[in-house]
């Protein structure tokens, strides 16, 4: 199956099975393509042959938002998402924090949001009408680079771990100077919390390098997985 990209004209030779509907191609500012596919009930988004997400399996996806949330004391505040994705982190963020937070999501795809409002608003359900809710359509490298002491929390699940997969730019985020970024955006004792599909070596060194301290966190990658895990590195900015 060949399916062409509605606004770059690209052509996309990723073979799909039979039972595998492409619904809707997105391109990515900068280059490449996100497929949002469905088989049966279950939807997923791809970039070329890895899944990034899926409707099913979101075990890991609600523990970066509920155990980030539970490190901070449960106490209110502001949280930047970096990826909107299928809305999992965003519907266990906006239960766990109170009505006096707010929550910003920052989605570099523009069309990510128009599936969430579209063929996966069944998913999202009204999470996107939640009064703390902003959705900030851009990079989310920009948004922490132009904050300053300002987040209590930003959980990144932006790539499938801390490289620029998706595009190489993202590798901002997790350099060094990246990471720096990161640490002015947040307050004192705000936690910077980073979702990963596999271990990644040298990483919590990165992250101390940058003035955190650093727990690294293995969470099943589905319900009653005793053999697959994600992982979280929670990186906490010390009060001088």
């Known amino acids: 199956m060949l399916v062409q990209s509605g606004n770059s004209g690209a052509v996309d030779p990723t ?10 191609i997105a391109d990515i500012p900068g280059g490449g ?4 596919l469905k088989s049966d009930d279950h939807y997923s988004i791809h970039f070329g042959s890895e899944e990034l997400m899926g409707s ?5 996806e609600e523990a970066l938002a509920t155990m980030t949330w539970q490190r901070l004391g449960n106490r209110d505040g502001d949280v930047l998402i970096g990826g909107l994705g299928m809305g999992f982190t965003l519907g266990a963020a906006l239960s766990a924090w109170s009505l006096q937070s707010s929550i910003t999501v920052a989605e570099l ?3 990510v949001v128009t599936w969430a409002k579209g063929p996966l608003a069944h998913i999202f359900g009204d999470h996107l009408s939640d009064p703390r809710l902003t959705i900030d359509v851009s990079d989310v490298h920009d948004v922490i680079a132009a904050a300053q002491g300002r987040y209590d929390a930003i959980l990144l699940d932006v790539d499938n771990g801390p490289d620029g997969m998706i595009q190489p730019e993202n590798e901002r985020l997790y350099c060094n100077w990246g990471l720096r970024s990161a640490h002015a955006a947040l307050k004192n004792d705000g ?8 271990p ?4 919590d060194r990165s992250l101390e390098d ?9 969470v099943p990658a589905f319900v009653g997985s005793d053999g697959e895990f994600h992982h979280i590195w929670f990186a906490t900015k010390a009060r001088r």
């Open 56 to 60: 099913c399996d979101h075990v890991s």
């Open 200 to 203: 990644a070596a040298g990483f």
């Open 109 to 111: 795809v523009p069309k």
């Open 15 to 24: 073979p799909y099975p039979q039972d595998v509907e492409v619904v809707d």
């Open 191 to 198: 936690i910077l919390a980073i979702w990963s599909a596999y």
């Open 33 to 36: 393509i996100l497929r949002l």
């Open 210 to 218: 940058a003035g955190f301290s650093v727990e690294e966190q293995s």
